[in-house]
């Protein structure tokens, strides 16, 4: 019965982010895309985030390898993560990441070639109540540091639930 519950919830995730992941006919749609969709001399690179995610009591695990699905290179990008619950205060990141208000964490994912793979990224973070899920969002972030919130549909999410399973996007 569990497996059928993770499956469950695994296919949900899966339709709720796959939107912005599988790319569409004729066109790359980027689930965290810089910007959505970068244009790059003329060409589209668009950044998607694979990895795993689990809840253990109070503490979720987050890891993550940056993906460059599309044509052209992508000369520096940051994904912000954010959780649907608060996060617990003074904790500590990777280097490459830096906390964002109580609910994210911003992470320098750094330069793409076209059609790469970046280096993977692992989060460890502590909420500050145990919930029975939690929702992460991978935002698209601009070379200007701002979230492009005009490519909502864009971003990827996933949900996942406090039973110690891991769950994969």
Request: aromatic share 4%; with cysteine.
């Amino acid at each position: 019965m569990r497996r059928m519950r993770v499956a469950a919830v695994c296919g949900a995730a899966v339709v709720t982010a796959v939107g912005g992941v599988i790319p569409a006919a004729g066109a790359v749609r980027g689930a965290g895309a810089v910007r959505g969709v970068e244009a790059v001399r003329g060409a589209v690179a668009g950044l998607a985030y694979h990895g795993s995610a689990d809840i253990v009591g109070d503490r979720v695990d987050v890891r993550f390898t940056p993906h460059n699905h599309g044509p052209a290179a992508v000369p520096d990008s940051v994904v912000r993560i954010r959780w649907s619950q608060p996060l617990e205060e003074g904790q500590t990141l990777p280097a490459r990441c830096a906390p964002e208000g109580d609910r994210a964490v911003r992470c320098r994912v750094g330069r793409l070639g076209a059609h790469d793979t970046g280096e993977r990224i692992g989060l460890r973070v502590r909420l500050r109540e145990a919930p029975s899920e939690v929702l992460l969002e991978f935002d698209p972030v601009g070379g200007d540091g701002t979230v492009d919130e005009s490519r909502a549909a864009e971003r990827q999410r996933v949900l996942v639930l406090n039973t110690g399973d891991k769950y994969y996007f």
